[in-house]
């Protein structure tokens, strides 16, 4: 396959970056992909030792690179100003290297919390990140994913986990999207080159299912593909905020049940914009996702995760 050039990627060593990472090689682009240690040598993928508060390697992994893919993000810190330092700091010196390496194309990975920042340091900083890479004068798109699941994803894991033993306990009553590795990937490779209809857009992506999914009835479609029928269980909002303070008791820095994570996972409506989905001749959703459950579920139980 013909090259398509260089692109400088961030996040190549996560869940959705792994995935990524993967399509980008077999679409023909020569990946610079940034990385904290040491990985495996991989045909046409070049790592950079570097992180998002190293200026030195941001400048060294924009070199010579025709675009710049940033997945990378804090997802869980234990206070706003480590959300602040990963998702605003550090997408502020990653645009600033791709300006002096003379890079137009600058696609970013954010989050469907930044519509709402006021509920979260987290979608505060996506918020923030996203002005950032919208009046940088860059050829930019503003990628917002919903809830990312596939092979490989410990955090829908642990609902997984839950199912298998004939239950699932939900955050209060309300609505998401989804979306599987796979198509979101494909979706950020189709992203990359510049596109008249992708220029200074923010997009929002998912699975295709109508009106999004009711939580309960996401739970169920992960017990059917464990073939269980689950009992679900939806905890109010007090109870949620105990639980988050119980763990950041428990584990303190490490918690994943976090206060900020209660708050965002309380808000009823994370269904994705319809009017702001990608162009349908640009991307659009393969992966049914009762099937990528249900192969998500193969996939666990051959590594021994559940």
Not at 130 to 149: C, F, H, N, Q
Request: aromatic fraction near 8%; include cysteine; proline fraction near 6%.
């Amino acid at each position: 396959m013909a090259g398509k050039g260089v692109v400088a990627l961030t996040g190549a060593t996560g869940f959705v970056g792994g995935a990524t990472l993967h399509q980008l090689v077999e679409a023909g682009w020569q990946v610079r992909a940034l990385t904290r240690r040491s990985q495996q040598e991989k045909v046409g993928v070049t790592w950079v030792k570097g992180a998002l508060d190293r200026p030195e390697s941001l400048s060294q992994l924009c070199d010579g690179a025709d675009a710049v893919l940033h997945i990378a993000g804090v997802v869980n810190a234990p206070d706003a100003a480590g959300f602040e330092a990963g998702n605003v700091t550090g997408t502020a010196q990653l645009l600033s290297a791709a300006k002096e390496s003379g890079i137009s194309r600058f696609v970013h990975v954010s989050s469907l919390s930044a519509r709402e920042p006021q509920l979260s340091a987290y979608g505060s900083s996506k918020a923030k990140g996203e002005k950032l890479v919208a009046t940088s004068m860059l050829d930019w798109t503003i990628l917002r994913p919903p809830g990312v699941y596939g092979p490989g994803d410990t955090e829908v894991l642990e609902m997984f986990k839950m199912a298998a033993k004939g239950f699932c306990l939900l955050p209060p009553a309300g609505k998401g999207s989804w979306i599987h590795v796979d198509d979101l990937a494909r979706l950020l490779v189709a992203l990359l080159p510049a596109h008249e209809d992708a220029t200074a857009q923010i997009f929002e992506a998912d699975d295709g299912e109508p009106g999004g999914w009711e939580h309960r009835r996401f739970a169920r479609a992960i017990g059917l593909a464990l073939d269980r029928r689950i009992t679900t269980i939806s905890a109010p909002r007090p109870l949620l905020f105990a639980a988050a303070w119980g763990d950041r008791l428990v584990r303190g820095a490490k918690a994943k049940l976090t206060p900020d994570r209660a708050s965002y996972m309380s808000h009823p409506d994370w269904v994705i914009d319809r009017e702001a989905a990608p162009p349908a001749a640009l991307w659009q959703p393969q992966i049914g996702t009762l099937d990528g459950l249900k192969a998500t579920a193969r996939w666990y139980k051959a590594q021994g995760w559940l």
